[in-house]
């Protein structure tokens, strides 16, 4: 392949052509990357997913028991957790979600307790396989009949598991008590990311800030919506003390605690330098029911009222309530979204009718720099009025490819966000799309992964219409999983994360930012997709392309006008074994290389790429 690349003309790129899709699915925020540890700390509950005990344990003679007490910890937590005996050593135990990580370092945490006690408690960490105490620390009791009381404590290890088969206790002298304690929010956290309190898991943050990500969509997806009524994800009950956070039953089958709350995402987004994209509820619930035109004004202002918790200085109502929290310096929201695919089910049609508009309108009447995604993944609303939207693309391998020119002919300015794409099944001889009804891949295939960087290439292209894209979903806990395939897989085990065939695509096609779009003097796409253009942070010229179906290796020669005979050039390539290897526990099939290549005459570099390759070469301009 012969490619002239222009050193002139062409599109700027938005600048955010790579982010990060997050919601609470598969134990992604709780149990993932909001790093408490306990599971279950605070017995939250409703009507859909009841309080319960699980997976808490009893030590020593104690029988426990839930209780709503006349007087609860807080109006959002009103059920705690019984421990009642009568002598010896009784107490609490809890496993973690699915295990907890014991390693030489510092712990901490805290929990609430009412009733009449003296003495000290025990906390400890313990492991369960080798029967070996990892970890304890006595904290002296400051327990009353009359209030509950919080108990701070650390602790450090002297010994680090192998394994993450341990468990952590509460225990107490029952003689000492009378007859039964009362325990509520039970918290112990790992140090985190930037060592923030209520904050994130250092391992997946650190793999996050690896893919150079310059966005982060939030909170969904679909569990921003709810599945009935009266429940979606309301931002007011993700803001302030912990104890004042009540739960909320997200729609991915499990309570979701609301510790990963608003403040905790606009950390998220400072830490790694991302853009907020903030996801408001639009008034759909995914069962169907749809909060009508001439009821929809409360939760307009609500949105409103989040947008100024966020952005308002201490002469706004809620600019004074976040102030109060702790947190005195707005941040600023330059990205909305208005639902989440509510093109789809009952309230469809008046998304378009009348409903976007009525968000966007407010919003952007009271904040008119805000630019306002609408959620509709069909693509002709855009088309015909002109409003940003968030296109989601689920697919196979073929179809990703055969969509390198789907957005050749957007509408321009950037309007468009690939809010959620991903290869989820494999190709068949009939082709087509993806088959909701069929079993979808365990983790991301190679082979998928290709396709997905030659998408991913067909929008950079079109620099001019496209803002940015983001796989879907991001995180698994593989312990508890309600979607796959998934960017980043784990389990408790920190030291076993598993980095997805697509995560090293896209941490490539990422890592190497193309500031400017230049036009080239061959458009012929196939077997080799391609794009090229000139980073301003690097000085100098990129093409990228990806390898699909070529039954040969190709030859390619790519010239660069204004490029010197003699520049230096660095060509990154990835490979795997086979279309079908995939990464998994313990596994990393994507093999990379870096070559160290020289400009020839008329600043034409020469080189091979392997079929199913992604590929970025990068020559100082
Ligand atoms: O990414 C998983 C789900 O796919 C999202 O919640 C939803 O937006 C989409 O249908």
């Not at 222009?6 to 909001?34: C, K, L, P, V």
């Not at 957790?81 to 370092?105: F, H, M, R, T």
């Not at 150079?212 to 909170?219: E, Q, T």
């Not at 496209?466 to 979607?483: C, E, M, R, V």
Request: charged share 20%; aromatic share 12%.
């Amino acid at each position: 392949l012969d490619v002239k690349v222009s050193n002139t003309g062409g599109n700027a790129t938005s600048g955010y052509q790579y982010g990060i899709m997050f919601e609470d699915i598969n134990y992604s925020g709780d149990g993932g990357i909001y790093a408490e540890l306990i599971r279950n700390r605070a017995f939250q509950g409703d009507a859909v997913f009841p309080s319960t005990i699980e997976p808490w344990t009893a030590v020593g003679n104690a029988k426990l028991s839930l209780q709503n007490l006349s007087q609860p910890l807080s109006s959002a937590l009103p059920t705690s957790l019984n421990v009642a005996a009568s002598a010896g050593e009784a107490g609490i135990s809890n496993p973690g979600y699915w295990g907890i990580d014991v390693k030489l370092q510092k712990y901490t945490g805290s929990f609430w307790v009412k009733g009449s006690y003296n003495e000290s408690f025990t906390a400890s960490l313990y492991n369960y396989l080798s029967n070996e105490t990892l970890a304890t620390v006595q904290v002296p009791s400051k327990a009353s009949n009359s209030e509950w009381t919080e108990h701070a404590y650390t602790l450090t290890p002297e010994i680090a598991a192998d394994n993450v088969n341990n468990s952590f206790q509460i225990t107490f002298d029952a003689s000492a008590a009378d007859g039964s304690l009362d325990f509520n929010l039970i918290s112990l956290f790992p140090p985190t990311y930037n060592d923030r309190p209520n904050g994130m898991r250092k391992d997946l943050m650190e793999a996050l800030a690896e893919l150079n990500p310059s966005f982060l969509r939030f909170p969904g997806g679909n569990n921003l919506e709810g599945n009935d009524p009266p429940y979606y994800l309301k931002w007011n009950e993700t803001i302030g003390p912990l104890k004042d956070r009540p739960g909320y039953p997200g729609t991915w089958n499990y309570e979701n605690t609301n510790g990963l709350g608003l403040i905790e995402y606009l950390h998220w987004c400072d830490d790694l330098h991302m853009e907020p994209v903030l996801a408001v509820w639009a008034g759909f619930y995914l069962s169907g029911p749809v909060i009508p035109e001439d009821q929809l004004q409360p939760y307009i202002e609500d949105a409103l009222n989040q947008l100024e918790f966020i952005t308002g200085d201490t002469s706004t109502r809620y600019g004074t309530l976040r102030s109060s929290l702790g947190y005195p310096d707005p941040w600023v929201i330059k990205y909305v979204e208005v639902g989440n695919e509510d093109n789809l089910g009952g309230g469809g049609p008046s998304y378009e009718a009348y409903r976007f508009q009525a968000f966007r309108d407010a919003i952007n009447e009271k904040y008119p720099d805000i630019f306002v995604f609408a959620s509709t993944t069909d693509y002709h609303f855009a088309e015909t009025e002109d409003v940003g939207e968030d296109y989601h693309e689920y697919t196979r391998p073929d179809y990703f490819v055969g969509q390198f020119g789907f957005f050749d002919n957007f509408t321009a300015g950037q309007k468009t966000m690939i809010g959620e794409y991903a290869t989820v099944q494999p190709n068949t001889a009939e082709g087509g799309g993806v088959d909701w009804d069929q079993a979808r891949l365990p983790f991301p295939t190679w082979i998928g992964s290709v396709a997905e960087a030659v998408f991913l290439l067909g929008a950079e292209r079109n620099a001019d219409k496209i803002w940015g894209a983001a796989y879907a979903p991001t995180l698994q806990n593989l312990d508890s999983t309600q979607w796959v395939p998934d960017l980043i897989s784990f389990t408790a085990d920190t030291a076993r994360d598993v980095l997805s065939t697509s995560y090293h695509a896209i941490k490539l096609l990422s890592a190497h930012r193309i500031s400017t779009v230049l036009p080239m003097d061959t458009l012929d796409f196939g077997p080799v997709y391609y794009v090229a253009g000139y980073s301003n942070s690097s000085n100098s010229y990129i093409f990228k392309a990806a390898v699909y179906n070529s039954t040969e290796t190709v030859d390619m020669n790519i010239a660069f006008e204004g490029v010197s005979e003699g520049a230096e050039a660095s060509l990154m390539v990835l490979t795997a074994p086979d279309a079908e290897s995939y990464n998994s526990l313990g596994s990393d099939v994507v093999k990379s290389s870096v070559t160290t290549l020289t400009a020839g005459s008329g600043g034409a570099v020469s080189f091979a790429l392997p079929d199913l390759s992604v590929a970025v070469l990068e020559v100082k301009g």
